[in-house]
């Protein structure tokens, strides 16, 4: 009795399977893909922009604004930092994952996270530069040197300091103030400094944007106030006014400038 | 909190508030019986599978034929999902030219949608091809939600009927996709993909940066599995960012779009209880407890997150203004800022959905904690689809229980006593996932295989480690994703963590429906508890909150509540 049921169930469930595999399976995706298609073209292909006739970008992904060596260029408008495979990787993406007091994130900040040249816990970061105090060493491949260890070796700079792992926070807000001549100690927005969830978030904040206007004014030999309304021209402001916040759109900016030329 | 969150979070409480009620109105028309709406469209179709079938859908099973009904449709489904992901590579669809998963790794990913969990331990965009995501991965999304909707149905049916039978689970399986979950799914999608979401078969295609390389920008059906992945609870993405990617949520309209989609559906399916017992008032106060816990979880990431990371120097601004979102901005999209990702993102935790729109293990120790709690109490703030209502009556049956035991009554639910059989079997249901939980994260803990995986160091990989179980037992799948879980120790434990999270609890809950199935029913006297006032509402809450604060207390010490106060 207890054997039938079973038979009975399977061959229902080898029914149920056929007729989900085929209806929904194919026949859904198939037909929401038919109706977008024809209604919503622009959008279910990716909103993409072209420029001179050849394939851009989306409006909708980030894209890196640096030359053939990872330097950003100072004529765009940079946008975040990003963890999608070497920084805004279509076919890779996501978050950096880091925890919030993960010293590749934050730096050895003293008292938290800190270790000593021989890797036990200590108060103070062995590795602070007169620059960065949370100073992340790099070992001579540039590798950073998160678990140091007695023999271990560090790279130098030609003064004698640490070189310090680029990538965490302190050393971000650095080379983002040294890049927009923002003088020592200004407020760096939260947005340039940290990866976002994608990897391919095509906005940056509006003071982000703002702080990047005199960079890109000068690279450019365009007026700061030419730049300026550019920026405004291509902030949206949040949708419905609180269903997202306010940001600007780095490729759609970018390619107005290279317009204006 | 800001305006700009209380905002957001209004207006999904409100949308909440009017559509959960319409939509469980349908629900128990659809589920009663007899005539229901659409019938005209939906009855034809609804034969037609029967006929292919060969099912009576007026045959009512006993609750163990329905069980095995379950059971046997969960292993088929498994091996046919198996076969397609180990055979992706050579089968078309597949523009990204995805190789067949490995047999661990399509084991793992196979259990996980078939369980609703949608842990993803392969890589979105390019180990999945677009007909193991359409054929394979959502038809499983679909399955899953609907087989959760039966179980409840089914559980409702013993609790309150009269009959030793309840239902017949090829008829609930059918209904539950054809009048809900493929509707809602249609419509869903194309609201979508006008905001942006994409839906096409194209594939990659190369971009010609403005720098002067070459940039990838992927395609595929992806609006078609983003809505089932959020009305079915189940949480699995194309991509590898998920709900953070903006082809899969594109605006700040769709982010709460998605998450709506995740929690309206479990909060209707408990009106739709009150309407089948008729006892309207029990759903509000089951719907009040849900909600309590859903505004906690939810409110406290949102301040958490808004707030931001202490840890970073003073001169990076964290403040919210006009001009910038501020707080936690790591692994946050600019889009949503702060206060929408924590929003969205815990929001969906206390359901199996565990979809998200932000990096959870970048999160702050205290935005993270709230999110692990959601899952660690069951998930039932308001829970998936079907799975949230049978697991928090079986949590009011406890609570029915201890207060029984507090002011000296026999206990009753629904006018039917509560007695030693089914008080093992509701035992046997709150332990078994904690037990599987801290068992095998203990293990992971101390093995090498288990600790390699871990990315960030300290208490931080404690909470990596035993969040992944966690999730996956409760079928949440969301992940601290810097746990690289795709190894041969997680992907055999995962698996099996995610096997029983998923069918002990329908097999106990189906057997505690089937024991009470036909029982006596009692008329109501002055000295029955009442069981839909305030009163047992604040009583469940508190059994909620202590049964899962005490399992998982010293575990929640060593991990986030240790990394907060050390850092």
Not at chain 1, 47 to 70: E, N, R, T, V
Request: proline share 6%; glycine share 12%; hydrophobic share 50%.
């Amino acid at each position: 009795m207890i054997r039938s049921g079973f038979l009975r169930q399977a061959s229902a469930s080898v029914a149920m399977l056929a007729v989900v595999t085929l209806a929904l399976g194919f026949g859904y995706p198939l037909a929401v893909t038919g109706i977008s298609q024809l209604f919503f073209r622009h959008q279910a292909n990716g909103s993409l922009i072209y420029a001179h006739g050849k394939l851009a970008g989306s409006a909708l992904l980030g894209q890196s604004f640096a030359d053939a060596k990872g330097n950003p260029l100072p004529r765009y408008f940079q946008p975040r930092p990003s963890a999608a495979g070497t920084g805004y990787d279509g076919a890779s993406s996501g978050a950096s994952n880091l925890g919030p007091s993960n010293p590749l994130l934050i730096g050895f900040v003293a008292g938290v996270n800190t270790v000593g040249l021989d890797g036990q816990p200590s108060v103070a970061n062995p590795f602070a530069t007169p620059a960065d105090p949370a100073c992340v060493p790099l070992d001579p491949g540039g590798n950073p040197v998160t678990s140091p260890a007695p023999g271990q070796r560090y790279a130098k700079t030609a003064s004698g300091a640490y070189e310090c792992d680029p990538n965490t926070i302190p050393e971000r807000a650095l080379a983002y103030r040294l890049f927009n001549n923002l003088p020592a100690g200004a407020a760096v927005p939260v947005d340039a400094v940290t990866a976002s969830a994608s990897g391919l978030d095509p906005d940056i904040s509006v003071a982000n944007a703002l702080d990047q206007v005199p960079r890109v004014a000068r690279a450019r030999h365009l007026p700061v106030s030419r730049v300026l309304a550019l920026v405004h021209q291509y902030t949206s402001a949040a949708q419905w006014g609180f269903l997202s916040e306010p940001a600007v759109n780095v490729l759609e900016l970018n390619l107005a400038l290279d317009g204006q030329r | 909190m800001n305006v700009t969150g209380w905002q957001q979070l209004l207006l999904v409480c409100a949308v909440t508030a009017v559509l959960a009620p319409l939509l469980g109105r349908y629900l128990a028309a659809t589920f009663r019986g007899g005539a229901a709406p659409g019938d005209r469209i939906f009855a034809p179709v609804e034969r037609a599978v029967y006929r292919v079938l060969r099912v009576d859908p007026e045959s009512s099973m006993t609750w163990q034929v329905y069980a095995i009904a379950v059971l046997v449709f969960g292993l088929l489904s498994s091996l046919l999902l198996y076969a397609i992901l180990r055979l992706q590579g050579v089968l078309p669809l597949n523009p990204a030219r995805a190789p067949g998963m490995s047999p661990l790794l399509a084991f793992n990913t196979a259990i996980s949608f078939i369980t609703g969990t949608n842990w993803q331990a392969y890589e979105g965009e390019t180990q999945a091809s677009y007909l193991g995501d359409m054929a394979g991965l959502v038809v499983a999304q679909f399955t899953a939600a609907a087989v959760g909707l039966a179980v409840a149905l089914a559980v409702v049916r013993g609790l309150a009927g009269s009959s030793r039978r309840i239902g017949n689970f090829w008829a609930d399986l059918t209904r539950s996709l054809v009048r809900v979950f493929v509707p809602l799914s249609i419509l869903g999608a194309l609201v979508l993909v006008s905001q942006g979401a994409v839906q096409n078969f194209t594939g990659f295609r190369t971009a010609s940066t403005l720098a002067g390389a070459s940039q990838q920008i992927p395609g595929g059906p992806v609006a078609s599995m983003e809505v089932i992945k959020l009305l079915g609870t189940n949480g699995g993405s194309m991509y590898g960012a998920g709900g953070a990617h903006p082809f899969e949520n594109p605006t700040g309209f769709t982010n709460l779009f998605e998450l709506l989609l995740v929690i309206v559906l479990p909060f209707a399916i408990v009106f739709m209880f009150g309407r089948l017992i008729g006892r309207r008032r029990q759903a509000l106060a089951i719907v009040a407890v849900m909600a309590v816990i859903f505004l906690g979880h939810t409110m406290v990431a949102m301040q958490a997150e808004l707030h931001g990371n202490h840890l970073l120097p003073a001169s990076v601004s964290q403040l919210a203004s006009g001009t910038s979102p501020g707080g936690n901005m790591e692994g946050k999209e600019t889009r949503f800022g702060p206060s929408g990702s924590a929003l969205m993102t815990v929001g969906t935790m206390g359901t199996t959905a565990g979809a998200t729109d932000s990096a959870l293990d970048s999160y702050t120790p205290v935005g993270g904690t709230a999110s692990f709690v959601a899952i660690l109490l069951g998930e039932i703030s308001p829970g998936g689809d079907g799975g949230g209502l049978y697991g928090i009556l079986v949590l009011a049956l406890l609570s029915v229980f201890i207060a029984g035991l507090m002011v000296g009554r026999t206990p009753e639910f629904l006018g039917k006593k509560i007695r030693a059989p089914q008080m093992k079997l509701i035992v046997a249901y709150v332990l078994t996932i904690p037990v599987v939980v801290l068992v095998f994260g203990s293990m992971s803990a101390v093995l090498g295989a288990g600790t390699r995986s871990i990315l960030n160091p300290g208490m931080h990989g404690l909470t990596e480690i035993t969040y992944a179980y966690a999730s996956v037992a409760q079928n949440n799948g969301s992940a601290f994703a810097g746990l690289a879980a795709n190894t041969p120790w997680y992907d055999i434990t995962l698996g099996i963590t995610m096997l029983i999270g998923r069918f002990a609890p329908i097999i106990l809950a189906l057997a505690i429906a089937g024991s009470l199935a036909g029982a006596r029913v009692h008329a109501r006297t002055r000295a029955t508890l009442d069981t839909a006032g305030p009163t047992f509402a604040a009583f469940l809450t508190g059994v909620i909150v202590i049964v899962g604060g005490l399992i998982y207390f010293p575990m929640l010490i060593l991990g986030p509540v240790g990394e907060r106060i050390v850092g």
